[in-house]
């Protein structure tokens, strides 16, 4: 019996914790935030999100037993971050986010964090049907201290607590050095109100520590944070304040990071590979950032 509790409380894999953590955010959110889908849409997203992951590792490995459980973790990443005005698009770009999992991956490392390729690929494809948003969980104190406690779990166990440290000091400091020193309109506490926002709260925690798409080694995790606080920052700088800087940030490093992660006799064979996917991302940024901006910032 307290071996079943254990394995509920602390799962054996960390993929499993993580659904879990945010399987539990997810239930308490349609309490006290403003979740878009309803549960049964979200339901079904995991169900699809199964079929795709189990038939993907049966074509690829030629076998049924593959866990589902970051196949799910990625399908909440997308119900948090993304709303669309219809459910297909969600459909189409769960589905392009774990397919790349499994195509553009190098010594089992993917490129990109399957979460943040979907929201990419949505405003890439679909820019006036698909948002990303920071506000679906609220603002709620309570709500807060759960994410983090949930989060610190999870931390420790994969061994990222730098990543989200390193960001958030970073990411303060570079927006006032760069955007409020310039910007006489633009205030301090605009930049760390997003702090009080648990789905921003939950992007630097979850989606940014995630094990395959961020460096092992405690100062690359450092340069890696400092590297995302400042390109979103630089975004902010000369394209103004927008959310989706954040994401950018992310999908542009990412590709980085399998490169990082190799032996050095191999890096110079890799670096070819690595700078053709990093000029894709970069090219469906540069796509994304000359359309024209929303009359809102979805940060509620």
């Given amino acids: 019996m307290l071996h079943f509790f254990m394995n509920i409380f602390i799962p054996p894999h960390y993929q499993t914790q993580q659904f879990i953590n945010l399987g539990l955010l997810l239930l ?4 006290s935030g403003y979740i878009y889908l309803s549960f049964l849409g979200v339901i079904g997203l995991l169900v699809w999100a199964f079929v795709l992951e189990k038939g993907v590792a049966y074509v690829k490995y030629g076998v049924v037993a ?6 799910w973790s990625t399908t909440m990443g997308v119900v948090f971050m993304m709303v669309a005005t219809h459910y297909w698009m969600y459909l189409v770009l769960l589905a392009l986010a774990l397919l790349q999992k499994h195509l553009l991956v190098y010594e089992k490392r993917h ?3 399957p979460s943040n390729f979907a929201l990419i690929m949505g405003l890439l494809l679909f820019y006036h049907d698909v948002h990303i948003v920071l506000g679906q969980l609220g603002d709620a104190l309570w709500l807060q201290g759960v994410l983090l406690l949930l989060g610190v779990s999870i931390l420790y166990r994969v061994k990222r607590w730098i990543i989200p440290l390193g960001f958030s000091v970073g990411y303060l400091l570079f927006e006032y050095l760069f955007i409020v020193s310039y910007d006489p309109v633009m205030l301090f506490e605009d930049i760390y109100a997003r702090f009080y926002s648990v789905s921003f709260v939950l992007f630097v925690l979850f989606m940014l520590t995630d094990p395959k798409t961020t460096p ?13 606080a400042a390109i979103a920052t630089l975004l902010d700088r000369y394209s103004g304040f927008r959310i989706q800087h954040l994401f950018m940030a992310l999908f542009f490093l990412s590709p980085w990071v399998p490169y990082l992660c190799m032996p050095s006799s191999r890096t ?3 670096l070819g590979v690595t700078l053709g996917v990093v000029l894709l991302a970069l090219s469906a940024i540069i796509y994304i950032e000359i359309q024209p901006p929303y009359f809102f910032e979805m940060d509620h």
Avoid: D, E, I
């Fill in 268 to 270: 110079k064979l890799f």
């Fill in 111 to 113: 490129f990109f964090n």
């Fill in 66 to 71: 593959y866990g589902a459980f970051s196949a």
């Fill in 28 to 31: 308490l959110g349609y309490g």
């Fill in 216 to 228: 092992s080694t405690l100062w690359k995790q450092l340069v890696f944070s400092l590297l995302l």
